[in-house]
């Protein structure tokens, strides 16, 4: 008889620890759960974050001049331009009369330092040019070739000179 109530209250500590351990399961399991569904928000965020940082490092921005500028020779183009951009050949700033679409002043694009960075890089091309009251256009284009193409990822910037 001191057998089997021995064995019968070893049998209940067992089931009560299997008991008690399965609630601290479920609790734990519950109280991550929110834990859980902020790490996946966050996330998120960062994935949404560097989507807008790597779309806006696609596109080449001029900083000076600013659109509709009056400017004077010789004038210092700067911008900003992806790095990743200029493994693929010779970019040049270049001057365009609005008038007859003639080309003006042309220079070669300059980056200010290492531009093997992953991002965006300063740059500078200086234009010469004759002042006579037109209007003209900043344009960028990508030599290959021996062709000057346009960059299709840039807007051209309205001026004045």
């Known amino acids: 008889m001191k057998k089997t109530n021995f064995l019968l209250a070893v049998v209940a500590i067992i089931l009560l620890s299997a008991i008690i351990l399965r609630i601290q399961q479920l609790r734990d399991s519950n109280?991550?759960?929110?834990?859980?569904e902020e790490l996946v928000e966050?996330?998120?965020?960062i994935v949404q974050e560097n989507k807008i940082e790597k779309e806006?490092?696609?596109?080449?921005?001029?900083?000076?001049?600013?659109?509709?500028?009056?400017?004077t020779s010789p004038f210092l183009v700067k911008g900003l331009i992806p790095s990743a951009w200029l493994d693929k050949g010779d970019y040049f700033v270049?001057?365009?009369d609005r008038q007859d679409n003639?080309?003006?002043d042309i220079s070669k694009l300059q980056t200010e330092k290492d531009w093997q960075t992953?991002?965006?890089?300063?740059?500078?091309?200086?234009?010469e040019f004759i002042e006579n009251n037109k209007?003209?256009?900043?344009s960028i284009r990508r030599k290959q070739n021996n062709q000057l193409y346009e960059v299709s990822n840039f807007k051209d910037i309205n001026i004045n000179y």
């Open 118 to 127: 992953g991002k965006k890089v300063p740059f500078y091309a200086s234009l």
């Open 135 to 138: 209007s003209g256009l900043i």
């Open 31 to 36: 109280s991550q759960e929110p834990v859980k």
């Open 94 to 96: 270049v001057l365009v």
């Open 56 to 71: 806006e490092e696609l596109f080449l921005e001029i900083i000076d001049p600013s659109s509709g500028e009056l400017i």
């Open 102 to 104: 003639n080309i003006v």
């Open 42 to 45: 966050e996330k998120q965020e």
